[in-house]
């Protein structure tokens, strides 16, 4: 099985190989460079590619729950990765990306499917270091509302980063957390894939390939 690119990470490589001095038709920000965005590629190979850790004298269901935990990091590193080689937007990085309607109504709803979700959040709604932003966005999901669906995983990526979130808190089903985190990197490193594949066609040597 080979592994998961970018769906247009081969033809902006071509682009790049014939025509260098168009780089900033990208609308990248001046000081990106090549090996920026062969970063990026890097990333989003990892973090859809990632399957588990491997973790001597540990239980498996513990296993399950860091490797759904780190899946979310990863997640949230590409898309980090990617809004860096812009230049800023207002709002910083939970609004520069256009969410489809439809779809970020379908993640919000899959998420509340799974029996565990109320308590994960819970959980990140009343640790210390969740900031008020978070707590909003994350109690207007818990009551059913609209969202901006980014805080939902930098929420289990920040909490997580400072130590307290761990792979069998609060006695959550791991494999609850699991699925979880796959609906979570699915919805964002498809919208970090639609994106990068708009900025490629909008190349303008695109149209050469």
């Not at 001095?21 to 920026?36: L, P, V």
């Amino acid at each position: 099985m080979s592994k998961k690119q970018l769906d247009l990470w081969k033809p902006f490589c071509h682009i790049e190989r014939n025509h260098r001095n168009n780089f900033n038709s990208y609308g990248f920000k001046r000081t990106i460079q090549i090996g920026d965005v062969n970063r990026l590629s890097a990333r989003y190979t990892l973090a859809y590619d990632f399957e588990s850790i491997n973790v001597s004298n540990m239980q498996n269901t513990t296993i399950k729950g860091y490797s759904s935990l780190l899946r979310c990091l990863l997640t949230w590193g590409v898309i980090e990765s990617y809004y860096e080689l812009f230049p800023n937007s207002t709002g910083g990085i939970a609004f520069f990306y256009n969410y489809n309607l439809d779809k970020k109504d379908l993640l919000l709803s899959k998420l509340r499917e799974i029996p565990d979700t109320d308590k994960l959040y819970q959980f990140i709604q009343n640790d210390k270091n969740t900031n008020p932003t978070h707590k909003e966005n994350i109690t207007l999901f818990l009551n059913g509302n609209n969202c901006n669906p980014s805080y939902l995983l930098s929420g289990i990526r920040h909490v997580f980063g400072h130590g307290i979130l761990t792979g069998n808190v609060d006695k959550i089903n791991t494999i609850q957390l699991e699925k979880i985190s796959y609906l979570l990197r699915d919805f964002f490193l498809d919208l970090v894939n639609e994106h990068f594949t708009q900025t490629v066609k909008n190349h303008q040597n695109f149209n050469s390939l």
